[in-house]
């Protein structure tokens, strides 16, 4: 059972000169196409800039697609404006929680949007019980709490609604790196729990590694390479790929003896067009390594 499909999905946005005209046009995210199984796991990785939020803002509903199409469960939500079915998390907790409000407060939001009719109180605190922090964590502000916390109470207001998919942009990289693994844990708990599906977007391929069963490597706007993340992690097939892994650390001497030698150009990655002619032979600038 496929959970979420995204159909050739295509977003450009204009490109302003300095006098504020229209001098051309970025296509931010380039005829995407990926579909994730109900109870999976799937990885977008790719450089900043490379159209990852884009993706996760048009699945959201909070920007429009030009063309191409999202489905959940085989119908297309694009129509949409009721998306309880799919919630976010976002990148920097720090900024997604409203500083004046509890940790409560916040939960409610949803909840209340939603027109949830039971013991509010009651699901604040079982939903505070979810993502492991203590029930009395509702009359905190985001102030008192950590950023590991942080994460933990926009998790938990993003489960408020029940829904089936949850996008995740960057959820931990805004953490310090020993939280990090904490909030995977607790994400792959609840994902086994709840039988959530994930779309899993991280520009750290460690992280990755670990957390998704299927990945896409995203490059301007395009996936390059997918697959399952041990293969494409083992046998990268795109220069974009092995270029990305070759900035994840290793852990082991076997995975050192495994790292790629990539062609950086001027100690830079190299554009569409470098990498074309890296691979056609003709040394457009002089790699320097
Ligand atoms: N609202 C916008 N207006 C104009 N250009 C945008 C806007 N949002 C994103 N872009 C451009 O689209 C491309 C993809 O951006 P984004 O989806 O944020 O990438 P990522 O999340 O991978 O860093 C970038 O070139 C970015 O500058
Ligand atoms: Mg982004």
């Known amino acids: 059972m496929t959970a979420l499909e995204i159909r050739d999905l295509v977003k450009t946005y204009p490109v302003r000169n300095a006098f504020g005209r229209v001098s051309g046009e970025v296509r931010a995210v380039d005829g995407v196409s990926f579909t994730i199984p109900a109870g999976g796991v799937y990885g977008l990785a790719g450089e900043s800039g490379s159209g990852k939020s884009t993706i996760a803002r048009m699945i959201m509903g909070l920007t429009a697609p030009d063309s191409g199409d999202i489905l959940i469960d085989g119908v297309s939500i694009l ?51 979810m993502v492991h922090l203590p029930r009395n964590f509702a009359d905190r502000y985001p102030h008192e709490l950590s950023g590991g916390q942080k994460q933990r109470v926009a998790i938990a207001r993003a489960l408020a609604v029940s829904p089936r998919l949850l996008v995740l942009d960057e959820p931990t990289s805004a953490l310090d790196v020993s939280v990090q693994a904490r909030v995977i844990d607790l994400l792959e708990e609840l994902g086994r ?58 852990i082991s001497a076997e995975e050192a003896a495994m790292r790629p030698v990539i062609p950086l150009i001027n100690g830079e990655m190299p554009t569409a067009e470098e990498l074309m002619a890296l691979r056609a032979g003709l040394n457009a600038k002089e790699p320097a390594r």
């Not at 920097?92 to 949803?110: E, K």
């Not at 590694?209 to 993340?229: C, D, H, M, S, W």
């Open 193 to 250: 729990q709840l039988g959530l599906t994930y779309l899993f977007i991280s520009h750290d391929l460690s992280l990755m590694r670990n957390f998704a069963q299927t990945v896409g490597i995203l490059y301007l706007g395009k996936i390059v390479e997918t697959g399952p993340v041990a293969q494409v992690f083992q046998d990268p097939q795109h220069d974009y790929t092995r270029l990305l892994l070759a900035s994840v650390p290793v």
């Open 79 to 129: 129509g949409q404006r009721e998306r309880a079915l799919v919630q976010m998390v976002f990148q920097n907790p720090g900024a997604s929680l409203n500083p004046r409000r509890t940790v409560g407060q916040s939960i409610l939001v949803p909840l209340a949007a939603h027109g949830f009719a039971g013991d509010r109180r009651g699901r604040i605190g079982d939903l505070l019980d």
